[in-house]
């Protein structure tokens, strides 16, 4: 009964994971990107193929696994913002799968380990980029699948977003598609960042904002930091 149990369970956390949720605009929107990135990588651009399989192309929604995937390929954008041809993502990306037989590397766990010196160094091939620049852009990768939590399978189950300067700052503010049906919350809580700013601008302040629900004003301020950059690169 329990096993059965723990397989109802890791089976609903997976259709949680992967339910079309978000528009390339909201995906945009709470990881602080150019919309036009996410519909580059998540819908193609016409000739070019997109860099990542999402949810629901016809309806054109992204899952939550979908919306990890392109907080980590947004380490490359980072690395390089001036210059992140698509062709290449995507060749890099496909020997990524190729080398360790996973269909979504960029969330599962591979670039924990080996493959993300990989994945760094067959871009860095591919771009004509030093070992020095490979060795920060398999840093910066790093600093980005960091932020994802993991279940006990080694899937992503929530995901510690950046309100400051990128890939810096404390991780205050969550996605966990489990709460609040994927929209982004102070971390391990149910209280929306939406919901905090809007009451700072009401006139709350910081300060009752953390009384009234029990949280540090720490906490409070990155929601509210967060709400006012949402969207912006």
């Given at each position: 009964?329990?096993?059965?149990?723990?397989?109802?369970?890791?089976?609903?956390?997976?259709?949680?994971?992967?339910?079309?949720?978000?528009?390339?605009?909201?995906?945009?929107?709470?990881?602080?990107?150019?919309?036009?990135?996410?519909?580059?990588?998540?819908?193609?651009?016409?000739?070019?193929?997109?860099?990542?399989?999402?949810?629901?192309?016809?309806?054109?929604?992204?899952?939550?696994?979908?919306?990890?995937?392109?907080?980590?390929?947004?380490?490359?954008?980072?690395?390089?913002?001036?210059?992140?041809?698509?062709?290449?993502?995507?060749?890099?990306?496909?020997?990524?799968?190729?080398?360790?037989?996973?269909?979504?590397?960029?969330?599962?766990?591979?670039?924990?380990?080996?493959?993300?010196?990989?994945?760094?160094?067959?871009?860095?091939?591919?771009?004509?980029?030093?070992?020095?620049?490979?060795?920060a852009l398999a840093a910066m990768?790093?600093?980005?699948?960091?932020?994802?939590?993991?279940?006990?399978?080694?899937?992503?189950?929530?995901?510690?977003?950046?309100?400051?300067?990128?890939?810096?700052?404390?991780?205050?503010?969550?996605?966990?598609?489990?709460?609040?049906?994927?929209?982004?919350?102070?971390?391990?809580?149910?209280?929306?960042?939406?919901?905090?700013?809007?009451?700072?601008?009401?006139?709350?302040?910081?300060?009752?904002?953390?009384?009234?629900?029990?949280?540090?004003?720490?906490?409070?301020?990155?929601?509210?930091?967060?709400?006012?950059?949402?969207?912006?690169?």
């Open positions: 009964m329990e096993a059965l149990r723990a397989r109802e369970h890791t089976h609903s956390l997976e259709a949680l994971v992967d339910r079309p949720t978000y528009t390339p605009n909201v995906a945009a929107r709470h990881l602080r990107l150019p919309v036009s990135t996410v519909r580059w990588w998540a819908l193609g651009n016409g000739t070019h193929l997109p860099v990542i399989r999402i949810a629901a192309p016809h309806e054109q929604l992204l899952s939550f696994r979908n919306l990890v995937e392109v907080h980590v390929l947004s380490a490359i954008m980072c690395h390089d913002r001036d210059h992140v041809p698509l062709a290449i993502v995507r060749a890099a990306l496909a020997l990524l799968q190729e080398r360790f037989e996973s269909a979504h590397p960029l969330c599962d766990g591979t670039l924990l380990g080996p493959g993300r010196e990989f994945f760094a160094a067959r871009f860095g091939a591919l771009t004509n980029t030093s070992r020095h620049g490979q060795v990768v790093g600093a980005y699948v960091e932020r994802i939590e993991r279940d006990a399978s080694g899937g992503p189950a929530r995901l510690l977003l950046f309100t400051r300067g990128k890939p810096e700052g404390p991780s205050h503010v969550m996605i966990d598609p489990a709460v609040r049906g994927g929209e982004p919350c102070i971390t391990g809580t149910s209280l929306t960042t939406a919901s905090v700013a809007a009451c700072f601008a009401g006139g709350d302040s910081v300060f009752e904002l953390a009384r009234l629900h029990g949280r540090t004003a720490e906490e409070i301020e990155e929601a509210i930091r967060y709400e006012s950059h949402a969207g912006q690169p």
